[in-house]
C-alpha cells in the first residue's frame, strides 16, 4: 500500500498545499491475465483508456536516484506534468512520500522547483540534468464501489525504455478514493480469483534504473535502515516488509528462469520473515500469527527441497552420485514450479501485506505494553532471548544428535538476523567495534554448522535415492571431516558466547 502526500506546484505561482492520501496496491499481472481483465465482468464499464509516455531525468552521476528520489515528466498526449518524489517511508504495508507536481509544456526540460529537494540537492552534488529512460504505458481505468469503499483500477501496458534495454511489464493499481483499506485487499482476491496476479513490489521508477544497470541473477537482502523514534510495531512492519520484497524478486526471477542463487535467496528471505516473526513475537499473539507463519513455513519447505539439492549437486564429482543427485535437482525443480503456480503461493504474500498493513496484531490489548515499549529497549530484550537459547541448546555440542544440532543452528541463525535488523539501534563507537567482533564469531560458528548441516542432508538424500554404501557414495561423503568441524563448531560457540553482548 502507498500514502503519498501530494504538493501541487502551479508553474509562475505559488505553491498550493494540496494535501491528499492516496491508498494504493500494486499487483503484477501476466500479458494473458490484463487482456482478460476487462472481459471477465468483476469491474464493470471501463472508464478511461489512454497512452501516457514519461521520461525520467538524473544527473550524469545518477544523484537523484542514488538519494531515493525521482523526478519525471509525464504527457499524455495533450498536457505535460512534472513529478518529483521523495523517498519512501515504509512501515506496515504503507510508504509515506511527498510529491511535487508542476504543469510543464512538452518537450521543455525540467523545472527543479525551489520547493522540491532537488533544487538543494543539484546545488549541493552539481551536474546537468538529463534524460535516462521512459516508461511506456497503455492505461484502463475502472470506478467501483464495493462494500462501502470507493476505489479506482488502473490496468497497465508497460515498458520501460532505455537507449539500449527494453523490459515490458504489467500491472494493476487499486487506489482507494474513500472507505475502509480493507476493501482493496479484498477486491484483489476477487481478482485474482479470476485473473491471477502477484503481489507487486517494485516502482515503474525503479524498472526503468534496474536496466540502466546488469541483470540481476538473484536479489539479496537490503539494508533496512530504522529511522529515529520509529515505534517497535513499525520497526517489525518494515523489517517484515522488506523480506516480502525480497521474496517477491526472486521469485519473479525463479518463475522466468531460476537460478541457484535465486532459489537460495528466496529462502533466506522467507527465513528472515520467520526469523523477525520470533525476534518480535512479544508483540505476535494470536493463532492467526501462527497459521501466517505455519504457510510461510510450507512455502519455505518447497524451496529447501531445491536447495539443499542445488548444494550437493555443486559439490559432487562427475558420476553416479552427480548424476542421481542431478536428476533429483531438476524433480525438484518441477515441483517447485508447480508449488509457485498454485493460488496458496500468489495469494499467502497478499494475505501477509494486508497483515502486516491491518492485522490485529497491531491493536491486541495483550501486548499493548511490548508494542508501546521504546524500540531500543525491545530489542535489548529480544537479543538477549536469542542468545540465551544458543547457549541452552548448543551444550555439550560435540554429542548432540543431528535434530538438535539443526536446533542450534537455526538459533545462531536467528540471532544473526536479529543483529543484521537491530544491531544499527545500538550506534557508539564502542558498541559498533564490539558488534563487528561479536558478528566474526558468529559467522565462524554459523560456517561449521553449515558443514555439518550439508553432511547431514548428504547423507538423508544419499539414502532416499538408495545411494548409501556405494563407494561413490562413500567417497562423497568422506569429504566431510565431522570430528574436526564438530570440534571446531563447539570452539567457537564457546568463543561466541564469550563476547560481550554489544547491545548491553
Wanted: charged fraction near 30%; aromatic fraction near 4%; include cysteine.
Amino acid at each position: 500500500m502507498v500514502v503519498d502526500f501530494v504538493i501541487l506546484v502551479t508553474a509562475g505561482k505559488a505553491p498550493q498545499q494540496a494535501m491528499s492520501d492516496e491508498t494504493e496496491l500494486k499487483l503484477d499481472v501476466s500479458q494473458e491475465g490484463l487482456a482478460a481483465l476487462g472481459s471477465v465482468g468483476l469491474l464493470g464499464a471501463c472508464t478511461g483508456d489512454t497512452n501516457l509516455r514519461a521520461t525520467y531525468f538524473d544527473t550524469p552521476d545518477m544523484d537523484l536516484w542514488r538519494n531515493g528520489m525521482s523526478l519525471r515528466i509525464r504527457n499524455d498526449g495533450k498536457k505535460s506534468l512534472q513529478t518529483v518524489k521523495q523517498p519512501a517511508i515504509a512501515g506496515g504495508g504503507i510508504a509515506q512520500r511527498r510529491e511535487w507536481e508542476t504543469p510543464v509544456k512538452a518537450r521543455n526540460p525540467p523545472v527543479p522547483e525551489i520547493q522540491s529537494p532537488v533544487a538543494e540537492l543539484l546545488e549541493k552534488h552539481g551536474g546537468p540534468l538529463k534524460p535516462v529512460f521512459d516508461i511506456a504505458v497503455h492505461r484502463r481505468t475502472w470506478h467501483l464501489t464495493s462494500v462501502g469503499a470507493q476505489m479506482e483500477v488502473a490496468a497497465d501496458d508497460a515498458e520501460a525504455i532505455t537507449t539500449e534495454r527494453r523490459h515490458a511489464f504489467r500491472e494493476i493499481e487499486i487506489e482507494l478514493i474513500s472507505g475502509d483499506p480493507a476493501a482493496i485487499f479484498a477486491l484483489a482476491r476477487r481478482i485474482d480469483a479470476v485473473v491471477p496476479v502477484r503481489l507487486g513490489v517494485l516502482a515503474k521508477a525503479e524498472r526503468g534504473f534496474r536496466l540502466l544497470a546488469p541483470e540481476r541473477s538473484a536479489e539479496k537482502a537490503e539494508h533496512v535502515a530504522l529511522p529515529p523514534n520509529i515505534s517497535t510495531v513499525e520497526a517489525f512492519a518494515a523489517i517484515a516488509e522488506s523480506c516480502l520484497r525480497q521474496y517477491r524478486l526472486n521469485e519473479s526471477i525463479i518463475l522466468t528462469g531460476a537460478t541457484r542463487e535465486s532459489v537460495h535467496q528466496a529462502r533466506v528471505a522467507l527465513r528472515r520473515l520467520r526469523s523477525a516473526m520470533v525476534l518480535f513475537r512479544q508483540i505476535l499473539p494470536g493463532e492467526d500469527v501462527q497459521r501466517m507463519a505455519e504457510r510461510v513455513r510450507t512455502l519455505a519447505h518447497a524451496l529447501a527441497d531445491v536447495r539443499d539439492l542445488d548444494v550437493l549437486v555443486a559439490r559432487a564429482k562427475p558420476g553416479i552420485v552427480h548424476d542421481t543427485i542431478e536428476q533429483a535437482r531438476l524433480n525438484a525443480h518441477t515441483g517447485l514450479q508447480q508449488a509457485l503456480a498454485e493460488d496458496e503461493a500468489r495469494q499467502l504474500m497478499i494475505d501477509l501485506a494486508e497483515w502486516l498493513a491491518l492485522g490485529a496484531w497491531r491493536t491486541d490489548p495483550d501486548t499493548g505494553a511490548a508494542r508501546e515499549a521504546p524500540l531500543r529497549e525491545f530489542s535489548v530484550e529480544a537479543l538477549d532471548r536469542l542468545r540465551r537459547k544458543v547457549r541452552r541448546h548448543g551444550r555439550h555440542l560435540t554429542e548432540l544428535d543431528e535434530e538438535s544440532r539443526h536446533q542450534l543452528r537455526k538459533d545462531v541463525k536467528k540471532l544473526r538476523y536479529g543483529i543484521e535488523f537491530l544491531g544499527q539501534l545500538f550506534d557508539d563507537p564502542k558498541q559498533q567495534r564490539q558488534q563487528k567482533k561479536f558478528l566474526r564469531s558468529l559467522k565462524k560458528l554459523l560456517e561449521r554448522l553449515g558443514a555439518l548441516n550439508d553432511l547431514a542432508t548428504a547423507e538423508i538424500r544419499l539414502s532416499a535415492l538408495d545411494l548409501m554404501g556405494t563407494p561413490e557414495a562413500d567417497q562423497f561423503l568422506g569429504g566431510w571431516n565431522k570430528s574436526k568441524l564438530l570440534r571446531r563448531a563447539a570452539d567457537f560457540r564457546h568463543n561466541l558466547l564469550d563476547e560481550q553482548p554489544f547491545w548491553r
